[in-house]
């Protein structure tokens, strides 16, 4: 590369630095991100209310570094805001909720102030989270080979790996063996399972327009093999969301609509087929036969009893109100204690960080906080499909496809099951739900979505520079300030790419000063910076003379 050509790249990679900064700057000051950090804020007022005001002011300043560097980050990769703002909110309301519950342990086992800073987990959960967001967002932007198939193969090892390594040396809590703990940490490891089976089927389907049939097959043995080791660990809720992101990657990304019903219709008939079996096993378990009380019939009727008995007992919880129908009961009575506004006087409410986090939400923080999670949830796969139709790539959209549902398909299985509309299921509700392997999973699936939906190439543009500035709408502040830079800063490589923005606007005015090409004239602050540039420089020539 001659010295020409290196001045050439030098003076864009200023340019471009300069550009970016300012861009992110009126982004900043004139975005909803100040309404976000307003609604932070507001947010203290109510937790303070309810006793918890302490723990919240030791988290804002985290919320405070999350919201300012995700907002500059995603506005200097053009990622989509909307979904980061979604996020935030949900990350606020989930912030403000853990808050509480840490507030009413407190005053249950006063001990625990003892141990320090009773936000310092938390808070540590939040770096790791945003950080693996950051990390997961740039491998994506620059990691293309992820879209091979010989990462494909590697991510399939490695997720089938990873459930084996789960089921040999994890811990069963509450009969599922999903934990994986390493020193004084607990890993969920299925956590690393989804976001791995997102990337997998995007390789397998997204890379082509119509998948060949050996990578269908290729995608339906993998499906199946993951989904047999999740029944082995006992993972129902994790199969469940599972089996709705495979049925949503078949229908978008298999043109033949013919497979898709095919494969509703074979999953109908085996579902079918285990209720019959495990009828029958029932039966010859009861009457002491060899068939029904093998180590084999013994584990696949404890796992269908489990499964039958969420049905059983989610259509009349009642019958064993002290048992398995206690948790919806409980959840009834805290969604019918909150009311509009929530309650100071909040009952003993079981796993209420995890699977009962939405009546928890309920009875402590009011319906109007439970609908705004909802409706964000569905603003934010709004904006997912939106950006799925109109993304190009048809292997960014099947990751962003995955994600986006897998986002949704979460929060509506566990609200759904909190709420008695359906049969509870254990899975976290993002962002809202407590847990170090859930938010840190959740904060790289919306980092990977915002670098989906994000259009910046950061090579080849060199030759059309000019362009890139033109089609963006702060081209007439950028061109300012550089022409401020260039008269007051004496930089070779600031007054290069000053001049040419400057050469590249003349040849888009007419004779009298008029935008030619867009019919728009330079604002009120353009004129003004020029016209102090013009004395500047009149000041220095008399100087001289």
Known sequence: MNSRAK??????STERFVWELQRAFYSFRNGPVLAILLFQIAAFIVVHAKGAGTIYRDMIGILFLITIVSWFFTSVIHG?????????????????????????????????????????????????????????????LKWKQISGMKMCRFLVALSLGISIVTLVASRAVGNVRNWIHIGGMSIQTTELVKVLYVFIAAALLGTTEKPSRQRIRVFYGITVLEILLLAVQSEFGTMLLLLAIFLTYVFLFIPDIKVFIKTVAVMAVLA???????????????????????????????????????????????????????????????????????????????????DLVYPALIQRCGMIFAILVFFIFILMWLEGVRLFIRKGDRYHQAVGAGFVFMLFDQALIIIAGSTGLCPLTGITLPFISSGGSSLVVTFMMVGVMIAVSSNVKWKGLTDNEEEFFKENAVFTKCNAYLRHL????????????????????????????????????????????????????????????
């Not at 001045?7 to 864009?12: C, G, L, P, S, Y």
Request: charged fraction near 20%.
């Open 272 to 354: 079918a087929l285990i209720i019959v079996t495990g009828m029958q096993l029932s039966k010859l378990a009861d009457a002491g036969s060899v068939i029904g009380t093998n180590p084999l019939s013994s584990f696949f009727l404890s796992n269908y009893d489990k499964i039958a008995n969420r049905f059983i007992y989610w259509l009349n919880p009642e019958k064993d109100a002290l048992g398995l129908g206690y948790q919806l009961l409980k959840a009834r009575e805290s969604i019918l204690l909150g009311g509009w506004f929530g309650t100071s006087s909040v009952t003993d409410l079981p796993v209420k960080t995890s």
């Open 7 to 12: 001045e050439k790249q030098k003076a864009f």
């Open 486 to 545: 260039n008269d007051h800063i004496p930089h070779p490589d600031i007054r290069a790419a000053a001049g040419r923005l400057r050469g590249s606007r003349q040849t888009e005015t007419g004779s009298q000063g008029k935008h030619v090409s867009k019919g728009i004239r330079p604002g009120k602050n353009f004129r003004s910076r020029g016209k102090h540039s013009r004395s500047v420089r009149r000041a220095g020539r008399e100087k001289d003379i």
């Open 80 to 140: 989509n805001k909307r979904i980061l703002i979604c996020a935030l909110i949900l990350l606020t309301v989930g912030t403000m909720l853990q808050c509480i519950m840490e507030q009413e342990q407190i005053i249950k086992n006063p001990e625990l102030l003892n141990n320090g800073n009773p936000a310092a987990g938390l808070q540590l959960q939040y770096l790791l989270g945003f950080a693996a967001g950051l990390l997961a967002a740039g491998c994506y």
